[in-house]
Nanobody, 116 residues
């Protein structure tokens, strides 16, 4: 059973930092590209960051480029999102996800709230 468990969210003031973690299980983690999405109230889910499975190349939404860093530890089957210089518009529930043609699983997400 594919599972994702996100953690590390919380309440932080604008300009602060948080580090999110996502522990994955139930599939061969090192074979998959990993992503972080976020969903703010009343808005569609948005792709925030992507990291490839082996080389670790990364890509980011323009809104977070230069502030967020995605990384992964294949031995621990964990993907991270370091978020710096947080803004109120970063407030959302953050989810990790493995794009796949054979499964479509999502965790419960972790809430990030940035106060102004």
């Amino acid at each position: 059973q594919v599972q994702f468990v996100e953690s590390g969210g919380g309440l932080v003031q604008a300009g602060g930092s948080l580090r999110l973690s996502c522990a994955a299980s139930g599939f061969t983690f090192s074979n998959y590209r990993m992503t972080w999405y976020r969903q703010a109230p009343g808005k569609e889910r948005e792709l925030v960051a992507t990291i490839s499975n082996l080389v670790g190349s990364t890509d980011y939404a323009d809104s977070v480029k230069g502030r967020f860093t995605i990384s992964r530890d294949n031995a621990r089957k964990t993907v991270y999102l370091q978020m710096n210089s947080l803004k109120p518009e970063d407030t959302a529930v953050y989810y990790c996800h493995a794009p796949s043609r054979t499964f479509d699983s999502w965790g419960q997400g972790t809430q990030v709230t940035v106060s102004s």
